[in-house]
């Protein structure tokens, strides 16, 4: 299971869906990236294969990061997806 993962500007929580293959995940993680150099503001609906009832549509203008990662089994319960950062002055 591989697990995109959005965080938005303003918003201390990503946004998360998650795909079954690698080929469908690194595509959605394209097309969010396009999204996001693209300088129309768009509507991007995401589905998750995981939870299949899930549903969420984000304006790439409010998207500050995207990443994709490869979950395994031990590791994706329990444990929340998200960024670090961290600036050297």
Do not use: H, W
């Not at 993962?5 to 918003?11: E, Q, R, V, Y």
């Not at 869906?17 to 469908?24: F, G, L, N």
């Not at 549509?57 to 409010?62: F, G, I, K, T």
Request: hydrophobic share 40%; aromatic share 6%.
């Amino acid at each position: 299971m591989f697990s995109i993962d959005i965080s938005l500007k303003n918003t201390a929580f990503p946004v998360s869906v998650q795909r079954k293959e690698a080929e469908t995940a690194e595509e959605l993680y394209k097309q969010i990236v396009e999204a996001m150099r693209s300088e129309t503001d768009q509507i991007i609906e995401l589905t998750c294969e995981k939870q299949e009832d899930k549903k969420v549509a984000v304006r790439s203008e409010l998207i500050a990061a995207v990443m994709i990662s490869q979950q395994s089994g031990a590791s994706a319960s329990g444990r929340a997806t998200g960024f670090a950062f961290s600036a050297e002055k």
